[in-house]
């Protein structure tokens, strides 16, 4: 397994960084959504759309780490 003292470090560490970015987009528009920032209800759904795909590219992340780690015992 791909682990943060194996060799391709830097790539892990590349995965990682990707995903806290996209948490903390995710968290801020959240954020955002709780604090009654959208003005009207197409704004509404805008965030929580926005919300929504920030989470499927944050999961689909953790899929492309998880297929390289496990590449990596092959």
């Known amino acids: 397994n791909l682990t943060p003292s ?6 892990y560490m590349y995965f990682e960084d990707i995903k806290k970015q996209i948490e903390a987009q995710i968290i801020e528009y959240e954020k955002l959504l ?3 920032a959208p003005e009207d ?8 759309g926005t919300i929504s795909g920030l989470k499927w ?3 689909l992340v953790a899929q492309i780490q998880k297929r ?3 590449g990596e015992d092959d």
């Open 6 to 11: 194996s060799p391709r470090n830097g790539e």
């Open 34 to 36: 709780g604090s009654g």
């Open 41 to 48: 209800y197409s704004a509404y759904r805008q965030y929580v």
């Open 57 to 59: 590219c944050r999961d």
């Open 68 to 70: 390289t780690a496990e």
